[in-house]
């Protein structure tokens, strides 16, 4: 192996590419029950608004245990007083339930910002209570920011919501003040003078105003940041997942109702740093987004449009697919069946022989780039996706990827991308593919390595153990030999076309066992669709070159 497959092998990641591609999972907060998306701030900061919430109510347990032992032990001494300790802990017991449900109750985002809402009443009508029980000094008093003020400037700062609500609750949280404060009137405390109540309560309510004024700048920003995330006649509504490249979100089209994944992809992470490399890189981009969007199969993703973002980020906009892909599929429901496996098998052999017959190989066929989905009135349906590292291999084009570079995922590297052969043709997917299918049937991978450099030098020298010895399943004789000729180190032994092993998957009669029915029943059964109407991203985001 040269210099640079080492060192990009050293890079990638070490175990399979799960460390390396950043997966969504089916139930997302796009599902049938999920809230309609706010105006005034982008949905994801929203998200994050909501996670900080288990970090501020934890943070009130902690300070309201030491406030409590400090004025009732060290600067009182005096004896505890059943309503202070009954009102302590009740504050305390919702503090901790706003902390579980925001970190483990699987509460949709938005719900959660309702409860932050909920939340900062509840302690400001708690924090009224204890403060107002005592009678108020009968001197002046001097205009000073009482914990209820403090609450109406803290919550918005640390967990911003929409306009709307920022403000309902910094008039709501302020009213609970000169609320308490009555009712301990009504329960017999003397009435303070109308002086002091005007000083009491004057820096709460220029707390309300500096949160009306947040809230408008909040939102000023909020609608700058909308435009900025508008790429071309698509707008960014959620973010989907993040990954060492770029990040996937939801979009949807300006004019058209269709949702659509959009990639973002950071030039940086090509490597492309200064302006003459990152004009190189974009170009790239765009002859591989161009490639992409020649192929015309039904199992291949589908590339609407692409382009660069004003802050320079490529983007592809692609098709949103309703399912998972192979290596989630694994993940969760363990070792598929031989028939299932010849089925998903030739539907990725009919997308890549597309792609081969216009001189193209994808460099990256793995789980996590073959999709399985619901597709129209079909179950079971194979996208293959991103061919972001497809390498033209005809006579007179130039290379799509960068020189020197080993480019792929180590768990599925062909022997000769390992070796960082510069010239590996189709027959490197169907060494990818190979592996693939012994993913598909038992479970686990080709090899297994504790570093990347270590996953590439079994592919070049290990012999594969035939996945019958690995499965918990049976696995034909048939497509036993098909896996291990697909997996030969010598490319000139494997099939000798995508169309040559689709044939020879067809010919086992294996796929054929795995109707239309049989599939249906499946999805029907794990993921019934009146609970997986959310959408996964077609594309994962990669934290690896292209």
């Not at 909020?222 to 509504?237: H, I, P």
């Not at 009135?377 to 990827?401: I, Y």
Request: overall charge neutral; charged content about 20%; proline content about 6%.
């Amino acid at each position: 192996m040269d210099a640079h497959t080492i060192e990009s092998m050293e890079a990638a990641t070490p175990q399979r590419d799960e460390h390396a591609t950043l997966f969504l999972q089916e139930d997302s907060a796009l599902g049938s029950g999920a809230a309609p998306l706010p105006r005034g701030l982008p949905p994801d900061i929203l998200e994050e608004a909501a996670q900080r919430l288990s970090y501020l109510s934890l943070a009130t347990v902690v300070i309201a245990a030491v406030m409590f032992i400090l004025f009732n032990f060290v600067i009182r001494r005096d004896e505890l007083q059943a309503f202070d300790v009954t009102a302590h802990f009740a504050l305390q017991a919702i503090s901790l339930t706003i902390f579980a449900l925001s970190r483990w109750g699987h509460v949709q985002p938005l719900r959660l910002l309702d409860l932050g809402v909920a939340y900062q009443v509840i302690l400001a009508f708690g924090a009224g209570l204890l403060i107002n029980r005592r009678p108020w000094p009968e001197d002046a008093m001097i205009p000073s920011w009482s914990p209820i003020a403090v609450l109406v400037l803290l919550f918005p700062i640390f967990i911003p919501n929409t306009t709307r609500r920022m403000l309902l609750a910094a008039l709501v949280t302020a009213a609970m003040d000169p609320l308490t404060l009555f009712w301990w009137v009504h329960k017999g405390n003397a009435q303070p003078p109308l002086e002091s109540m005007i000083f009491r309560f004057a820096p709460t309510a220029m707390a309300v105003l500096l949160v009306a004024v947040y809230a408008k700048l909040l939102r000023r920003l909020g609608d700058k940041v909308m435009k900025a995330r508008r790429m071309g006649s698509y707008r960014l509504v959620e973010r989907l997942g993040r990954g060492g490249m770029g990040e996937v979100w939801r979009a949807e089209h300006r004019f058209l109702a269709r949702p659509a994944a959009v990639k973002l992809i950071r030039p940086e992470m090509l490597g492309a740093i200064g302006r003459s490399a990152i004009d190189a890189a974009r170009r790239r981009f765009e002859r591989e987004a161009q490639a992409t969007a020649a192929l015309q199969s039904p199992h291949t993703i589908v590339l609407y449009d692409f382009g660069t973002s004003r802050n320079g980020d490529f983007y592809y906009v692609m098709e949103l697919l309703d399912g998972l892909n192979l290596d989630a599929l694994v993940e969760r429901f363990g070792p598929q069946p031989a028939t299932r496996t010849a089925f998903i098998l030739q539907q990725a052999c009919e997308s890549l022989h597309e792609a081969h017959t216009r001189g193209l190989v994808h460099r990256d066929v793995k789980p996590a780039n073959l999709f399985l989905c619901r597709y129209a009135a079909q179950c079971d349906f194979v996208k293959v996706l991103d061919f972001g590292l497809v390498k033209v291999h005809r006579a007179g084009d130039g290379k799509l990827t960068q020189e020197g570079v080993a480019t792929g995922t180590p768990a599925f590297m062909p022997p000769e991308l390992a070796r960082g052969a510069p010239d590996a043709d189709a027959r490197a997917d169907l060494y990818a593919l190979g592996c693939v299918g012994y993913w598909l049937v038992t479970g686990a991978l080709l090899f297994e390595a504790e570093t990347p450099m270590g996953m590439a030098i079994a592919h070049a020298t290990n012999e594969p153990v035939p996945p019958s010895r690995r499965s918990e399943i049976e696995v034909p004789d048939a497509l036993e030999s098909l896996i291990l000729s697909c997996l030969n180190k010598d490319p000139s032994r494997r099939p000798a076309s995508a169309l040559e092993l689709a044939h020879a998957l067809e010919a086992t009669q294996l796929a054929e066992a795995w109707s239309d029915e049989r599939a249906r029943q499946w999805w029907q059964q794990h993921l019934p669709e009146h609970t997986h109407r959310g959408r996964e991203p077609a594309a994962a985001v990669e934290s690896r070159s292209l």
